[in-house]
């Protein structure tokens, strides 16, 4: 028997290598001759570093950077040979502050730019950005002002030259454009602390920025799929940096060679914290069932809803890890998740000839 775990981090209590560890205990106990794969996975939000790093190497450079408040914190992105992965949660990231200092009229992605320019600094060329986690709401406009005050020769972007023979890669499951109901600001800035005037005033300044771009440039590109991500930063990335916008699951899978991986496979593990109709929109759960080759495909979750949705788009086995009527406080819990993880997997192994 051959499984394959692919289980994603459940967001602040697991991480994805926490989460497969679980997974692996059970099988390893209950089928000690299973042949068990594990793959640290993630979307393009906390923990894409390090499956990068786990699938390709590489060396983990670090660099001290400005946070969303601009202070100055060290973070980390990976580098292997021309090619660099850039994490933006390590600079950017909503869990770099307390919940008192979430405020995305002010929070800053220069921190982002920061890591971006000290990759090109070190000889990178191909550059891919996983975009998730942001506490910023900038349309990216911090992040290119970083590469103006790292490269330009005369304080604009006009000044920059060497851009243009850096390939940059989006990674994000959002595909929601920069501005309108479905914008960054409206669907986003609520969760970074943004009040409803705070909400509005975001949407304006969106607005007004991609305006004067597409003035600029001759070309609008803040409607594309992708361009809300990371509170607008994909949309920087694509209309000044002619970023390709991939699935951050899809391309991390490509990586690690999943096709390859899972042909001989008996069942593929994954799951993350709430699996829901959202799960069918593109998450990462998902992007393992588009790729499965028929294998079917367990999805286990820290909560769970429209399973029937779930079951019917595809997933052999859909389960929640936590008992009815377990508290939240106490489900969050890192060994209660880790022993969830653990008896649920050994209780569907039951159902299978081990």
Same mark, same amino acid.
């Given at each position: 028997m051959k499984v394959i775990i692919a289980i994603d981090s459940f967001k602040g209590c697991l991480t994805s290598k926490q989460a497969n560890e679980a997974a692996a205990q059970a099988l390893t106990s209950a089928a000690p001759n299973a042949e068990v794969v594990t793959l640290p996975v993630s979307d393009g939000g906390e923990g894409f570093l390090q499956a990068?790093?786990?699938?390709?190497?590489?060396v983990l450079m670090e660099v001290?950077?400005?946070?969303?408040?601009?202070?100055? +914190? /060290?973070a980390k992105y990976l580098l292997k040979g021309q090619r660099a992965v850039i994490e933006i949660a390590q600079a950017s990231g909503l869990n770099l502050l307390k919940p008192e200092e979430r405020n995305p009229m002010i929070a800053s992605s220069y921190g982002s730019g920061q890591l971006v320019a000290d990759a090109i600094r070190n000889g990178a060329k191909d550059i891919i950005v996983g975009l998730g986690g942001s506490a910023t709401s900038d349309a990216g406009q911090g992040m290119l002002e970083a590469l103006i005050d790292a490269f330009s020769n005369n304080g604009q972007w006009s000044g920059i /030259?060497? $851009?243009?023979?850096?390939?940059?890669? +989006?990674?994000?499951?959002?595909?929601?454009? $920069?501005?309108?109901? %479905?914008?960054?600001?409206?669907? @986003?800035?609520?969760? /970074?602390?943004?009040?409803?005037?705070?909400?509005?005033?975001?949407?304006?300044?969106?607005?007004? @920025?991609?305006?004067?771009?597409?003035?600029?440039?001759?070309? %609008?590109?803040?409607?594309?799929?992708?361009? #809300?991500?990371?509170?607008?930063?994909?949309?920087a990335f694509l209309q000044y940096l002619n970023a390709e916008c991939r699935s951050g699951i899809g391309l991390l899978l490509e990586m690690f060679h999943f096709k390859n991986k899972i042909q001989d496979a008996d +069942?593929?593990?994954?799951?993350? #914290?709430?699996? %829901?109709?959202?799960?069918?929109?593109? /998450?990462?759960?998902?992007? +393992?069932?588009?790729?499965? #080759? #028929?294998?079917p495909v367990w999805l286990i979750a820290g909560n769970i809803s429209d399973r029937e949705a779930l079951l019917k788009a595809g997933f052999a086995r859909v389960e929640c890890i936590n008992a009815p009527g377990t508290p939240l406080e106490e489900a969050m819990l890192q060994e209660v998740a880790m022993e969830g993880i653990r008896c649920t997997v050994l209780e569907l192994l039951r159902g299978e000839s081990v």
């Open positions: 990068f790093h786990d699938a390709v190497g590489g001290t950077v400005d946070d969303p408040m601009r202070r100055p +914190i /060290k /030259k060497l $851009l243009n023979n850096v390939q940059f890669t +989006i990674a994000s499951d959002v595909r929601n454009p $920069l501005c309108g109901p %479905d914008g960054a600001a409206h669907v @986003f800035a609520p969760q /970074k602390g943004a009040t409803h005037s705070q909400v509005l005033a975001l949407e304006e300044r969106a607005a007004a @920025f991609a305006e004067r771009s597409a003035r600029y440039f001759g070309y %609008d590109r803040s409607a594309m799929p992708g361009a #809300g991500a990371a509170g607008g930063l994909g949309y +069942i593929i593990i994954t799951g993350e #914290g709430a699996a %829901d109709r959202q799960t069918l929109m593109g /998450k990462l759960p998902m992007g +393992i069932l588009e790729q499965s #080759g #028929g294998v």
